[in-house]
Structures are given as structure tokens and as C-alpha cells.
């Protein structure tokens, strides 16, 4: 079936450093959508990208759709301990007009150092 | 609003045995689903439904059965546990398919013995 592929599955890093994880889908995806898991939690919405290029900000998080529509990244900077948590890509693919169901990403799990 | 709730949050069962983990949502939202999440796994979709009386099959739908005889309740029935079937399962919500964000329960971590 598609798949999206997300890389890294972790990341740890030192408290102020930055931190990136990306998206890559075999197919064209019509929009994509990011979601954050605390350990423990459940996972919570963060973004939703649907144009070719887009670029969104939340504070110290930017969100890329790439120009093809078949990648996405989230990036982070100047990492903080309340970063902490798995990071969720999650894909959709138009099938001749309908909408399909959001394909996740495996995640990167982010811990950080203080 | 309560969002989306699940129950029971935790649950142990022996193999064979059957139960059924409900969900509920309050904000008239059309789609509902079921995922595992299972380490290293991500989030797989099990079963989902695009409306009341409407369901279909995800990518794991093995081992489990649904029904959506209304808006509010999609409830997940698994006939005879096994041991694979040991997970953390969300409910997840939204307006529609294609439509919007989903809004996750806060899960039902299961064991099978």
C-alpha cells in the first residue's frame, strides 16, 4: 500500500539545539498534516499544509510542503525540554477526486537534554 | 465538550477471550476511526467509518469488527484476543473524510496474555 516514509526514527539532542525531521511519500500527496505525541499522551494536532511550497510558522516550529507535494519537513529551533515528544507526519492521497485516509509516518521520537 | 473518550483505558485479557473498546465523540463529526500504535510501528489505521451506518476496512482490520449505528459511537470489538493484538489503540475523529484535523481519545493501552 502507500506509504509515508519519515526519517529520523530518533533524535536527541542537546537543549537549544535545533532539530529536523522529514517526510517522503512514493505518491503525490494533496495536503499533509503534522501531529505531536507527549510520552505518554495521546497525538495533537499541530499543522495542516496543502499548497506546493507552502511554508507555515508556530513560534520556533516551521513546516515545509515541498514543491512537488511529496515531502514535508518540521523543523525546529533552538530546541526546549517541552519539545519533547514523537513527531507525526501524516499524508493524504487524492484518488481521481476522493479524499483517502491520512497515512502516518512511523515518527521521530525528539528527547532532549537539558 | 468532552472531545473524544475512550474506555476503558487500560485493559488486560487472556487469549481467546473477546471485549469491545468504546468510543464516543460529542462534536458531530461524520468520521471516526480506529489506529494501533504499536513501537516502531507508527499509527495504523484498523477500521473507519464516514458516517452512521457506514464502515470500512483500514490497513490492520484483522482480528477486529466495528459498528457505527450512530454519530456519536464507534465502538471496536475484538472476538478472540491474541497476543499480537497487544497495542495502544486511539479512536480519532473529524468533520469528514479528507476534512480537517483529526482529534485523537486518549487511548486504550491493551494487554493479551
Known amino acids: 500500500g502507500q506509504q509515508v516514509m519519515q526519517i529520523p526514527q530518533y533524535q536527541h539532542v542537546q537543549e537549544g539545539e535545533d532539530f529536523t525531521t522529514y517526510c517522503n511519500s512514493s505518491t503525490t500527496l494533496s495536503n499533509i498534516q503534522w501531529y505531536k505525541q507527549r510520552p505518554g499522551g495521546h497525538p495533537v494536532f499541530l499543522i495542516q499544509l496543502v499548497k506546493s511550497g507552502e511554508v507555515k510558522k508556530q513560534k520556533r516550529l516551521t513546516f515545509q510542503f515541498g514543491e512537488a507535494k511529496k515531502n514535508s519537513s518540521l523543523h525546529i529551533t533552538a530546541t526546549q525540554t517541552t519539545d519533547v515528544g514523537t513527531y507525526f507526519c501524516?499524508?493524504?492521497?487524492?484518488?481521481?477526486?476522493?479524499?483517502?485516509?491520512?497515512?502516518f509516518g512511523k515518527g521521530t521520537k525528539l528527547s532532549v537534554k537539558p | 465538550n468532552a472531545g473524544v473518550t475512550q474506555t476503558p483505558k487500560f485493559q488486560v485479557l487472556k487469549t481467546g477471550q473477546s471485549m469491545t473498546l468504546q468510543c464516543a465523540q460529542d462534536?458531530?463529526?461524520?468520521?471516526m476511526s480506529w489506529y494501533r500504535q504499536d513501537p516502531g510501528m507508527g499509527l495504523r489505521l484498523i477500521h473507519y467509518?464516514?458516517?452512521?451506518?457506514?464502515?470500512d476496512q483500514g490497513e490492520v482490520p484483522n482480528g477486529y469488527n466495528v459498528s457505527r449505528s450512530t454519530t456519536e459511537d464507534f465502538p471496536l470489538r475484538l472476538l478472540s484476543a491474541a497476543p499480537s493484538q497487544t497495542s495502544v489503540y486511539f479512536c480519532?475523529?473529524?468533520?469528514?473524510?479528507?476534512?480537517?484535523?483529526?482529534?485523537f481519545g486518549e487511548g486504550s493501552r491493551l494487554t493479551v496474555l
Open positions: 462534536m458531530n463529526h461524520e468520521y
Open positions: 501524516a499524508g493524504r492521497i487524492n484518488y481521481g477526486g476522493s479524499q483517502g485516509n491520512l497515512i
Open positions: 467509518s464516514v458516517g452512521a451506518g457506514i464502515t
Open positions: 480519532a475523529s473529524s468533520y469528514g473524510l479528507g476534512t480537517g484535523e483529526l482529534f
